[in-house]
């Protein structure tokens, strides 16, 4: 339970702060085409940073412990933004123009329309690539027990040093089930803040 409750907080503090970061950079990239230009490809760039390099790598750069969990909540933020750009852009992209110029019309400012208005309609894509990344950092996390924190990923270590596979199969089950458990929670929250695609489901 403890191996547990350390796996989903070294996993999703860092989605939550990704995301909080992402929304911005997504929103810039899908206003300027300079901003897509250099945030997408960076994005994109960032994300084929072999994991264990970046847990390694970080210390050195942020004066941390290499035991540190701040090492893994960085470096997952960092893959979480990563993913995410991209998506958040293309589903502001994807938000009708005339729907946004209705918005305009009736006196919704900048920030009220973006909040109100071109957020909300761009939930669908934007819980779906949250989905991807939510599964990705659980699966991630588990890389950290090479360098001592990983959560559920210590199973895998202490299996393979004892060579006792129950322990290693018991730590891939478990992270699975976490995988599962939070995909089927975001799919369902995407569906309580969206009930016009519901409405819409019904009317059909």
């Known amino acids: 339970m403890a191996l547990t409750v ?20 997504g929103w810039l990239a899908s206003r300027y085409r300079v901003a ?22 970080l210390p050195g750069i942020l004066g941390t412990q290499i035991l540190s969990e701040i090492n893994i909540i960085v470096a997952l933020t960092i893959y979480t933004v990563a993913l995410l750009v991209r998506t958040v852009a293309d589903a502001l992209a994807a938000v009708p123009r005339l729907v946004v110029a209705a918005a305009t019309a009736m006196g919704y400012r900048p920030t009220r329309r973006f909040l109100e208005v071109e957020l909300p309609l761009a939930v669908p894509v934007l819980v779906a690539g949250l989905r991807v990344a939510t599964v990705s950092s659980i699966s991630l996390v588990s890389v950290g027990a090479l360098i001592g924190v990983g959560g559920l990923g210590g199973f895998f270590t202490e299996g393979f040093q004892l060579r006792f596979p ?5 730590g891939i089950a478990l992270i699975v089930l976490l995988a599962l458990a939070a995909d ?3 799919l369902a929250l995407g569906r309580v803040l969206t009930p016009w695609n519901r409405a819409a489901g019904g009317a059909r």
Request: proline share 8%; aromatic share 4%.
């Open 6 to 25: 350390e796996h989903l907080r070294l996993a999703l503090v860092p989605v939550i702060v990704g995301l909080l970061l992402a929304v911005p950079l």
């Open 36 to 57: 897509r230009a250099v945030l997408v490809p960076a994005a994109g760039a960032l994300y084929t940073i072999p994991s264990l390099a970046l847990f390694v790598v």
């Open 166 to 170: 129950t322990e290693i199969i018991t």
């Open 184 to 186: 089927a929670l975001l």
